[in-house]
């Protein structure tokens, strides 16, 4: 039994290393083989005589004329040998068609050489490169009508894609265009077209006035040169600014800007010279004087350079969007009324009757200082509300303020959410205040 199973092991592990492939036709000599007979004959060299001779393809299927450099023949001819043969080893075996048997198989890291029959290293391409079948990496030659897979490398037809499409060579299929839409719009179903966004979700007694704007139910409306903006606390129509004007303002000041930056530039090159010019002749009047001169006119233009790119800064900034002037209307508004509310009004009391002093003459004023006060802080908490469509909700153990939609953006703040710091702060307000009640009550 042990003596059967050593001999299959022994025929088994030749069956695992012999390989059969087909004999190729080639042109041989001196036991090199060759895929051509221009190969061949090429590889003869320059022969006995030297360069320029060498030899070329003969009248015969075999024959290597030997010429010199204009292709004269010598008389010298070398015969190829062709036929089949076994150039990757093993026995050449006749039939249909002709084999080499026995030869040495590949290794697993190995190929045979479609052509030459002989193993050789793969190669690893990347795609979309591939093997074609030499060892060599190459992409696939397609025709007009196909394009190569990037993924692949495959030869693939493209589909026809619709003006809303683009192609997508990987997956060979087509996909919607991204449409770039404006603000508060969307591409449609189709992907053909932008469509309008759904009105704005305003708060209770409040609308969508067509801008994505929340107003109030019974506000007025604007005219087409107009736009809402907050005047003294109040939501009005106001003209919408000249952007051509604005435009136009902002490039002529950067115009100037530039000609007197250029300017500035050639001062800076007159009293460089002017001053290497004073170190040359340092006691020359002339000189000095023209080097002063020069430091004047530098430093007079650095002046207008400055105060230019200053005024092209100021005409860019005007050139605002309109909620931003809107915005800044009414914040100057109120920075206003603050401004008024600290000033004062100058008020001033008559004594009732000459060298007596009336308690009840102070009280009256004290009384209406703080009547013009309160009217004038409910009057900046009023502008301030409007400015923020500012409204209150919640029902929970703290408010939620909801300030409607700024700039857009719909803005909630639940207190809920810092209930416990929230408490920590209100113990500490109230252990201070019962500490100051109590030091007053005993001082």
Known sequence: MRILLACLLFFSSFSVYADNYNAPTMWSHNSTYFSTQSAGCTSLGVGPYGSPYHYVIGNSSTACDYVNATGGATGQTIFLAYGYVCPAGGSLQTGTPYICAGAPSCTSTQF???????????????????DNGFGICGVAECTSAQVLNPSSGVCQTPPTCGS??????????????????????????ANDKCLADAPMACPSGQ?????????????????????????????????????????????????????????????????????????????????????TAAGNAQFQAAQDSLAASRAASAANNTSQSTDQLAAAQSLDSIDKSLTNMTAGTGKTFTLQTAGVFSDATVNTAVDSAKADFNTQFQSISSQVQSLFTFTHSGSGSLPSFDYGTIFHVHVVADLNNYAVPLSYVGLTVMFLAAYISVRIFLE
């Open 207 to 291: 609308h969508d006035d067509g801008t994505y704007i929340c107003v109030a139910d019974n506000a007025v409306g604007c005219s087409a040169n107009q736009t809402r903006g907050y005047i003294n606390g109040s939501l009005q129509c106001i003209t919408k600014p000249n952007a051509a004007m604005f435009a136009k303002q902002a490039a002529d000041a950067a115009a100037n800007a530039a000609v007197k930056s250029s300017a500035e530039i050639a001062a800076n090159a007159a009293n460089q010279t002017a001053q290497q010019n004073l170190a040359a002749n340092p006691t020359d009047p002339a000189t000095i004087a023209a080097a």
């Open 112 to 130: 045979r050489n479609a052509t030459t029959q002989i193993c050789q290293n793969m190669v690893v391409c990347t795609p979309p490169e591939h």
């Open 164 to 189: 809303t499409q683009a192609y997508d060579a990987p997956s060979n299929t087509c996909f919607l265009k991204t449409l770039d839409c404006p603000n508060h719009s969307h591409a449609s179903t």
